[in-house]
């Protein structure tokens, strides 16, 4: 199959202290539109999606290295080594129809508990983190009336970021998740994933507190899906 998507994605974060240690809630709302198209059956098909796509809400706190502090504080203190754990929420809030192949929601609960490490060295910052996607039952799987369940993806991802003067950085990023074999009604699906995914982001400042974010991604090894390839931009603002 082949797909070609828009997306368009509003997102909102909070930084506050938990316990003298520094947590942040984040919220990501995505919206989709585009086309689909592939054989089904030997016959070709085209599908148009637009809607709602599952949002995401993510709850992370640190628990070493990275106590709760004001913004002056945060400015004079020196980087050091942080470990943290998060959990990731997806709800199944994106747009669904069950007599329909291909959705942008996946009509489930999905969960994803990580823990991560950073380790600064000069202008540069390595860091990375080890989680495991989980995945509740859907009910109404194509044609409408079939049960899905989902193998647990365990997901592992690395970083390393470079200081650019002025509050620039490039980073380059990869990703290795492996698992996700489904059943429907009982019977498995030979949809093993074992994939790895490899990209860039450049973030560059323009005016006080406000930055863009340029991302590219593509797919390196794929058993399963996940062979795209992706760009964004992002315009972000931080207030205090």
């Known amino acids: 199959m082949q797909?070609?998507?828009?997306?368009?994605?509003?997102?909102?974060?909070?930084?506050?202290a938990v316990a003298g240690r520094q947590a942040r809630v984040l919220a990501v709302v995505p919206i989709a539109w585009g086309s689909i198209a592939g054989n089904v059956h030997a016959q070709p098909q085209q599908q148009s999606l637009a809607g709602l796509v599952d949002p995401r809400f993510k709850f992370s706190v640190?628990?070493?290295?990275?106590?709760?502090?004001t913004l002056e504080q945060f400015a004079r203190t020196p980087r050091r080594t942080a470990v943290g754990a998060a959990v990731t929420v997806v709800p199944p809030w994106g747009q669904y129809r069950a007599e329909q192949l291909i959705h942008l929601g996946y009509n489930r609960w999905a969960p994803k508990p990580e823990v991560g490490a950073s380790h600064p060295v000069g202008r540069w910052t390595f860091d990375g983190s080890v989680g495991v996607w989980l995945f509740t039952t859907n009910h109404s799987y194509y044609p409408g009336h079939a049960v899905k369940r989902q193998d647990p993806v365990l997901a592992l991802q690395g970083h390393a970021s470079y200081s650019l003067p002025r509050r620039s950085w490039l980073a380059i990023n990869a990703t290795w998740f492996a698992g996700g074999e489904t059943r429907v009604?009982?019977?498995?699906?030979?949809?093993?994933?074992?994939?790895?995914?490899?990209?860039?982001?450049?973030?560059?400042?323009?005016?006080?507190?406000?930055?863009v974010k340029f991302s590219y991604s593509t797919g390196t090894t794929t058993r399963r899906g996940s062979d795209f390839n992706t760009f964004n931009a992002t315009w972000q603002l931080v207030t205090f």
Do not use: E
Request: aromatic share 4%; charged share 10%; hydrophobic share 45%.
């Open 185 to 211: 009604d009982r019977v498995l699906n030979p949809d093993l994933q074992g994939n790895t995914r490899v990209g860039a982001t450049l973030s560059i400042p323009i005016v006080g507190q406000q930055s």
């Open 3 to 16: 797909a070609d998507l828009w997306i368009a994605t509003a997102g909102a974060g909070h930084t506050f």
């Open 62 to 69: 640190g628990l070493v290295g990275a106590p709760a502090l």
